[in-house]
């Protein structure tokens, strides 16, 4: 099949059209047309046709008076998106035994570039519980899930992914350079499971441990995530061959019903 830069390419028409996609569906207000224009750096004629082109196709809805919004039908896509993951579906019941053990909240995330995305999420049974909504994605640098799945990479791979972080300070324990994340990563690696020791959230804490296919081109991570008030580091400690254990069986089972990677 002859390649096709534009669509196969961000600066392609596809590529671009989904930039402005992308923009609309991760800005907290909706976004008017001068807005998008000053952020895209795209010619005026060019940006109108791909927004009434996203309009038209449900991907994109205008509020009156207020711009651009994402449409119902990426909801609808989400929906059957996360209904058909199989990876999902293979690591479901391994989620809730997780939960069952632990009584916290658990979590499901794949890494994506430089962020975890959080495929899947089995709630905390206490009355007190964390915010976090599946789709969301966070730095991988510090969540658990991120350091996990860093650790189960190859060096060259993770050193690509670490040349383009740029470290936001969180919380007071974020890590704030490559050398002070490289050095945790290594130490993950020796225990086979992280912590986020309140890196991302103030009073959030959790352990994970790392997901990966046999070639390592698809990486994940399963944690358990607590409140700091509730949850303690001798806790998580704990907690700790459980999710590893965890990890290993939704391997197994990936290795089971998805066979070797083609």
């Known amino acids: ?16 059209a989904m930039s402005v996609l992308e923009m609309v569906a991760e800005a907290d207000a909706p976004l008017r047309f ?23 196709e449900g991907l994109l809805d205008t509020v ?6 994402p449409g119902l039908r990426l909801l609808k896509l989400a929906a059957r998106t996360w209904e058909r993951n199989e990876f999902r579906a293979i690591a479901e019941p391994h989620l809730r035994a997780l939960h069952q053990l632990t009584g916290e909240t658990v979590h499901l995330g794949v890494l994506r570039g430089t962020e975890i995305i959080y495929l899947d ?40 992914i670490v040349e383009k972080l740029t470290f936001r300070p969180f919380t007071a324990t974020t890590h704030a350079d490559a050398a002070s994340l490289l050095a945790d990563i290594a130490a993950i690696e020796t225990c086979g499971h992280a912590f986020d020791r309140e890196e991302h959230e103030t009073g959030i ?8 296919s046999t070639d390592r081109a698809f990486v994940a991570g399963v944690s358990v995530t607590g409140p700091a008030y509730r949850v303690t580091m001798e806790q998580l400690r704990g ?3 459980n999710v590893s254990d965890a990890a290993a069986l939704i391997m197994a089972d990936m290795a089971i019903r998805l066979g070797p990677r083609r």
């Open 1 to 16: 099949m002859p390649h096709d830069p534009e669509i196969s390419t961000g600066t392609g028409t596809l590529g671009k």
């Open 34 to 56: 001068t807005e998008i224009l000053a952020r895209s750096g795209q010619p005026r004629g060019t940006l109108h046709r791909q927004l009434s082109h996203l309009v038209e």
């Open 64 to 69: 009156r008076d207020f711009g651009y919004v």
């Open 121 to 160: 999420k089995v709630e905390s049974r206490q009355s007190v519980r964390m915010y976090s909504q599946i789709g969301n994605a966070s730095p991988v640098y510090c969540t658990g899930v991120g350091k996990a799945a860093l650790s189960a990479l190859t060096q060259t791979d993770r050193l690509s």
């Open 205 to 212: 804490r959790c352990v994970a441990a790392p997901i990966w």
């Open 239 to 241: 907690w700790a061959a």
